[in-house]
């Protein structure tokens, strides 16, 4: 660890912090309707949206009726996804003459990518068309994205609308977001990343004479427009299958710096939505502040195994760190924030191999997605994510004093504290149970590259990021097979819309209560008291949950290796 390494994380901090407030700000006005200074030129053409889908702005959904709307909406997309894929040997812009994707690996990534989730069992360069890695899969992250960010709106509205019984128009919620939010700064985010020297191509792949005169070839295409809203939405999803370690997805330390910003910029601002739709906006701070201490100790702990390497690598004298599985130009700092970053925001993007972590380096990443990823979570889903364990945190406070739980002037019952629970145990269900299938079903044990502890962690890491909805890997296990792909797609499945429902169902439980003024009884939730509280019920609930599997994986590795042996 190194005082440069330290400047670089604060760096990186200090810039997300500057960016929640003039972006909380903007998205506020976005979602409320009002003028932005994109107006003269969006407006035109949100209402021409409208007008085609037959779609009237000002008729609000139940949110029942909102969330079938979501589950609808996703219908579609699968089906798009699918069937592209499947036709991909005779649809155009595919010059290197891709063949269909099978049907199982078809549906595994169609359900990865309306899930938000980008888990690829492939090779983008090697398996899939133009016209699919932008009207497939770009296209669905611009959509994945909005939706997460739609939903979370909707329960924002449950906490601050009274007596009422709508949550918004998810048609027009996610147009908003789309059209003034993702659209208008990937436009710009893509022209920075090919002046960073991106690929923004439809020509063929480039063969090249290398100076031993052996024959390479080298794959170009549209890369900056997929990277631009892969990193801002959240998605992870990468045009080459070395995602963000491939010098053409991440080619300087600069890209390097803002894609890692861009992960983190639109979740972090959604807490100063919550504040200012509340009329508070240190209730959006306080949210953060949890965010932010769970974030920061994760990266400290990472960075610190990464820096300190193995027992072996110190026995011979290599005390530089374990750079196994990292690109030299971004180093043990940059790939540590990076992964810490990545997981902590359900994005999945990687600039270096998780796999090839130390065993407390890999540890945090898979602790962050199992926590539901609400360390800034995905953009809407670590919002929603986070104040369904608000709920959980300020029932206990009320245990505690005996009073009913109340949240910015509503009163958390018992319907809202079962769905809660609902939402947050239906993660776990698929993160251990299909682990469990996974290590002793021998087609399943098969795709481990490695034994021991670390191979069970490598199933672990991919059902926990799967279930997650995050898409990052342990890339010693092979995924492609017909068991993976169809357990995997049930678990990003259950992860996405069985939390979704839940959280909707919350929506609409409060939006219909009345709103109550605080007293001299009620809990402060702007304090350090309340902060505390909300990281002391997810790591209580965290722990209880996955300190077995973890002892079993990474905590034994970790102690083997102390002993010399390693995996």
């Given amino acids: 660890m190194t005082v440069i390494g330290w400047i670089q994380i604060i760096l990186f ?17 976005v979602f409320n309707g009002e003028r932005t200074f994109l107006s003269p030129v969006l407006r035109p053409l949100e209402r021409g949206i409208y007008w085609v889908g037959g779609v009237d702005e000002r008729r609000e959904q139940h949110w029942l009726t909102y969330t079938v709307a979501m589950l609808l909406f996703h219908v ?26 099978s049907e199982d690996l078809s549906f595994n990534t169609a359900i990865s990518f309306i899930t938000n989730t980008n888990w690829q069992n492939y090779g983008g360069e090697s398996t899939l068309s133009y016209l699919v890695q932008m009207l497939g899969l770009t296209h669905q992250n611009f959509l994945s994205a909005a939706t997460g960010i739609a939903l979370a709106m909707a329960l924002i509205r449950g906490f601050t609308r009274s007596s009422m019984r709508t949550v918004g128009n998810f048609w027009v919620d996610v147009t908003r977001c789309a059209l003034y939010v993702l659209l208008p700064i990937c436009i710009v985010y893509t022209l920075f990343l090919v002046w960073q020297g991106m690929p923004q191509t439809l020509g063929a792949y ?11 070839t080298i794959a170009l295409g549209p890369v900056a427009s997929q990277v631009a809203i892969k990193m801002l939405g959240t998605n992870g999803g990468g045009f080459f299958n070395a995602n963000a370690a491939h010098p053409f997805e991440n080619p300087t330390a600069l890209s390097n710096l803002v894609q890692m910003i861009s992960i983190f910029a639109l979740g972090a601002a959604m807490t100063n939505v919550f504040g200012r739709m509340v009329g508070n906006e240190r209730q959006g701070w306080a949210i953060f502040a949890v965010m932010g201490i769970l974030f920061v100790a994760g990266v400290a702990v990472t960075y610190w195994a990464e820096a300190s390497g193995t027992s072996l690598l110190q026995a011979y004298g290599l005390t530089g760190g374990n ?21 902590a925001a359900s994005c999945g993007a990687v600039n270096a191999m998780h796999d090839s972590f130390t065993a407390l380096g890999g540890m945090i990443p898979l602790i962050n997605m199992q926590l539901g990823e609400v360390i800034i979570g995905g953009v809407g889903a670590g919002l929603y994510g986070m104040l369904l364990f608000v709920v959980l945190a300020i029932f206990v406070a009320g245990l505690m004093v005996g009073r009913t739980p109340e949240y910015v002037g509503k009163k958390i019952e018992a319907r809202e504290v079962k769905m809660a629970m609902l939402a947050i145990l239906v993660l776990p269900l698929m993160y251990l149970g299909w682990t469990a299938v996974g290590v002793v079903l021998p087609s399943a044990v098969a795709s481990m590259a490695n034994a ?20 990052s890997a342990f890339a010693g296990l092979t995924g492609n097979t017909l068991f993976y792909n169809l357990t995997l797609a049930m678990a990003m499945f259950v ?33 350090g008291l309340f902060v505390g509280l909300v990281i002391g019920v997810i790591l209580i609930i965290g722990g209880l949950t996955f300190f077995p599997a973890l002892a079993l994986g990474p905590i034994v590795e970790h102690l083997a290796m102390n002993a010399n042996t390693l995996f």
């Fill in 13 to 29: 901090c200090t810039i997300v912090i500057g960016l929640v407030k003039p972006l909380g700000w903007y998205m506020t006005r």
């Fill in 323 to 343: 750079m196994e599985g990292k690109e030299v130009r971004f180093g043990i700092v940059a790939s540590s924030l990076f992964a810490v970053v990545t997981t």
């Fill in 495 to 527: 992860g996405r819309f069985f939390m979704i429902v839940p959280a909707m169902a919350i929506a609409g439980s409060l939006v219909e209560k009345k709103s109550i003024p605080a007293s001299a009884g009620t809990f402060p939730t702007t304090g």
């Fill in 76 to 101: 579609g997309g699968f089906a798009l996804i699918y069937g592209l894929m499947r036709l991909q040997a005779v649809l155009p812009f595919n010059p290197a003459g891709q063949s269909a994707v």
């Fill in 206 to 216: 480039v063969n090249a004479t290398t100076l031993e005169g052996g024959k390479q």
């Fill in 452 to 471: 021991g502890p670390h191979g069970f962690t490598e199933v672990l890491y991919a059902y926990t990021s799967g279930t997650g909805n995050n898409g």
